[in-house]
């Protein structure tokens, strides 16, 4: 696809380089996203891929498309070095970022794939390159010679790379259930965890059950992972009186999944969500850091 008007510096050729990039934009986003486990990050990242394409000579650009993922995921791959230092240094646990998936279920993929917070918890442990191979396969269905040129390996260590991915993805995940079926269990959770329900919670909890509380050092929060169905149980209880005084609790669509919306006051201040296999709730979520819970809204 040749862009034969676009390398101009008129007001034409920036319009028609404006409609090629919205053409495109959910999917980079979709793809920086993935990569990132940010909105924010993956919205800052997208806006200088489009400094970039204004920059360019885009007349050269044979396949505008094909140019901007590359672009895209070529800074996500650097992105995500910069990141996995700076997490290191994060207070207590780091939960990616929730994402409104009630207008655009896929954010621009062909599939869901690599967009439940589960998944992107597990492609944190992968490298960049490796996190970015299997993306592009998994998530969008790219050729594995188009994922080689993207980035910079040969064909051969790209079919390797998504492999060796995929093994350990499938290895760490447990299946997952109906959505019908996880919303169900999170409704159960938030009235057992709002009344203390010390019974009900372990009765949902799947034996090796894990809560993790992202507060980023701004809000009080456990510092730690809680693993066990008891122990998780008997920590819920424990601040069940103080934490859900005065909450109000709807309901959004994040990551393609159901997540609780806790609110006090008219602010939103926590969002929840389980992950839930055949075994229960073997995750619960606790995303509470303000920063990170800006871009999410109930739905009906």
């Known amino acids: 696809m040749a862009v034969a008007d676009a390398g101009s510096s008129g007001p034409g050729g920036i319009d028609r380089a404006a409609e090629v990039f919205m053409n495109v934009r959910p999917r980079l986003f979709g793809i920086a996203y ?9 919205e800052d990242l997208v806006q200088e891929v489009w400094l970039r394409w204004q920059g360019c000579d ?10 901007l993922a590359t672009v895209t995921t070529r800074l996500a791959i650097n ?3 910069s ?14 970022e929730p994402v409104d998936t009630s207008a655009d279920p896929h954010l621009g993929a062909e599939r869901g794939e690599a967009l439940e917070l589960a998944v992107l918890l597990l492609l944190e442990r992968l490298s960049p390159t490796e996190r970015a191979a299997y993306v592009l396969r998994e998530a969008f269905d790219y050729p594995y010679r188009q994922i080689a040129d993207i980035v910079g390996l040969r064909e051969a260590a790209v079919r390797q790379l998504v492999s060796r991915a995929r093994r350990h993805v499938r290895a760490e995940r447990r299946a997952p259930v109906t959505k019908a079926e996880q919303r169900r269990l999170l409704t159960a959770f938030v009235a057992a965890a709002r009344a203390g329900d010390l019974a009900t919670l372990e009765e949902i909890f799947a034996a090796d059950v894990v809560s993790y509380s992202d507060g980023g050092g701004a809000v009080r929060a456990s510092r730690i992972p809680v693993v066990g169905a008891s122990r998780v149980a008997k920590y819920v209880r424990a601040f069940a009186s ?23 006051d008219g602010q939103v201040f926590a969002v929840v969500t389980v992950h839930v296999s055949e075994q229960g709730v073997d995750q619960v979520l606790w995303m509470m850091n303000p920063a990170k819970i800006t871009a999410v809204r109930a739905v009906t």
């Open 79 to 81: 992105a995500a070095q």
């Open 242 to 264: 103080r934490f859900w005084t005065g909450v109000d609790v709807t309901w959004a669509s994040t990551n393609g999944q159901t997540s609780a919306l806790l609110s006090r």
């Open 83 to 96: 990141a996995r230092v700076r997490r290191e240094t994060y207070v207590g646990p780091w939960l990616p």
């Open 58 to 67: 885009r007349a050269a650009v044979d396949n505008p498309a094909a140019f």
């Open 34 to 42: 993935r990569m990132l486990g940010s909105a924010t990050e993956a």
